[in-house]
């Protein structure tokens, strides 16, 4: 019995506004040096899965930057690999994950592997699911669909064969189903369906409100052994940064930081990403800022979160609270009067 | 570039007195500035320069050499036309053929240059730490007509007869080669960076390859030759950070340029990137407990203690009231609760116990081998 894998990285999460002007959730970056896609595709490559196809919907510029042909994933094969799946409708992308009309619009994919089973994942759960075990659990309990289920709720991730799989593609529309995960909620008749109870770490990032404590999360020690595990690597693409300095007079405690950056001034509770600079006598605490912000001297930030490219200039104080974090769009540029 | 221009990259050098660093890697190997080696620097400058043709000569040691570089692709260098290609010694009719000189090297490769049907070649040599743009080099090169450009450095005075010492006119015409001279006449050293007119250095290694009593070496052999032969030799000034790293304490102190802004050694630097294969590891952490001042750390780490001027390498687990200054950590250590380390070079996936200090702090740079600490341990003062 051997898997394939389809991504949903077209669904729609409406809590993540801010954060998916320009992109989708699914490259919405995550722990300082990843996109949340990351994830996904790394469990998959980890059970040895080597034909993906991630279905994308607009805007999906800076997914397909972040994917290229799959060499950060050892999915840039010649024989089978990654196949980026768009849609062409116009509103693609529904509320819940594995659309079919998006799968039916690459029946192809599907009809022509080789493969025997189907995984159909989000692309906004950052885990360490075991897809070799998750198989092994659904041959052995004889049901249709086998879901993941996690502590506190689903990981949105489903095994079913590739027949039943067609079958569902052909016939969604006369059924009235939307996806995969909607048939699943649904559990509508025939189909049996089982769940795999997933033991290990893992984070929904389905509003602000969790990626500002999922990330800050991950300060824990725990949290972050059960997701970095050595024998089950995340992978992502590589840029090439230097290691981060800190220089003299900087202060930097319980913070995780990747690396690229220049730190003179103060972080702590904070997750810093690649090609960050923090100014001299600048405060952060409980910050999320993502690659390439710059953060001027005596700045004083608590709770922000900081899109790609946020320029802060000296002096700008802004405090937001850990259930409204103050979200810093894209390219964004914070003067002193604006934080008045 | 409209000529085709070929770099070799001398890699096969041993670089005995790094002691056990080099035990088992080729001296480019040897990990440098928290997450390279210095091959990468090279390397990077080729793909920086416009250079897509690279042949790698390696000898000593060379595994860990091949399986860094693989295909070239963190370089760029995966490439249909071109591209790297590992050029270790094989045998021929004759029997195997070891490199006995750089200029050996390059001759017993003389069947790849001819097929690749450069212009122009660039010797280089992969133990060097520096930036350079090489296009520049050899735009140099051909506007001055030379049938040699050697890269020079102006070094101190006082430190020139540690160097190869090139003399020259005012227009930097080579006049002499004044090897390790003890009444320098210049303070212009050789880097080992050489632009050849192919034709001229085909000539030249045949020639050079034929006479008995050489040591078929660019600078004691193929130069004085040529000089002799009054081919056009020229000079080109470099200037910028350049280091030959040739000892333990070389190696210390140029890991310890990098926290120097004034050393002029500068790797954030996006115009200019050093390539380097990256491991895939997540960011480091710098716990409740850390502290870090004046350093560069790398992926990876977890530091609970308190380190100062000091470059740690990616996977270093520093735990607490354990002390780093004035150190270099490389990948994979762990370094033990209340350890106290000064002025070290501890090398890669070394355990460093509780507690531990070293014994006898020395004058220089101490390597903090598996020996030294099982020597500590044996000596009962944990």
Redesign the interface.
Known sequence: MTLMAAVDASVKVAGLQDLTIHRSVSSIPF???YRLIDFALSNLVNADINSVGIFASQPFGSLIDHIGVG??WDLDRRKEGLFFLPTTHQNGGIATVGSFRDFEEHLQFFEKSRQTHVVVTSSFVAGQLDYKEMLAHHLASGKDITEAVGASGSLKSYILSRRLMLELIRSYREKRILSVEDLVNLKKAPYSYGVYEYKGYFAIIDSIQQYFKESLGL?D?NN?RL??LPQA????K???E???????????????????S?ILGNVKNS?ISRAVTVGINASLDSCIIMQKCTIEENCDLSYVIADKDVYIEKGVKLSGTADRPIVLRKGERVTKEDSQ | MNEKVVAMLLAGGQGSRLKSLTYDIAKPAIPY???YRIIDFPLSNCTNSGITTVGVLTQYQPHALHRYIGLG??WDLDRHKGGVTMLPPYAEIDGIKWYAGTASAIYQNINFLTSCEPDYVVILSGDHIYKMDYEKLVEYHKEKQADVTVSVLEVPWEEASRFGIVNTDEDMNIVEFDEKPEKPKSNLASMGVYVFDWEKLERYLEEDNNIEESTHDFGKDILPKMLVDQQKMVAYPFKGYWKDVGTVDSLWEANMDLLDPSAGLV??DPAW????S?P????????????????????GCVISGTVSHS??FQNVLIDKEAVVEDSVVMSGTKIGRGAHLSRVIVPPDVTVPENYRLLEPAAGITLLTQDLIDTWKESGQQ
Do not use: C, W
């Open positions: 722990a300082g040096r060499k950060s300060l020690e972050r997701l970095f690597p995340i992978y992502t590589v840029k090439d230097p290691p981060t300095r800190y220089l003299d007079g900087s202060n930097v405690s319980n913070s995780m930081m990747a690396n690229g220049t997750i | 500035g928290g997450k692709t963190p790797l954030h990137r050093i390539y380097s990256n895939q590891l997540p960011p480091q952490v710098i716990t409740e407990t850390g502290r870090v001042q004046g350093s560069m750390v790398n992926e470059v740690i």
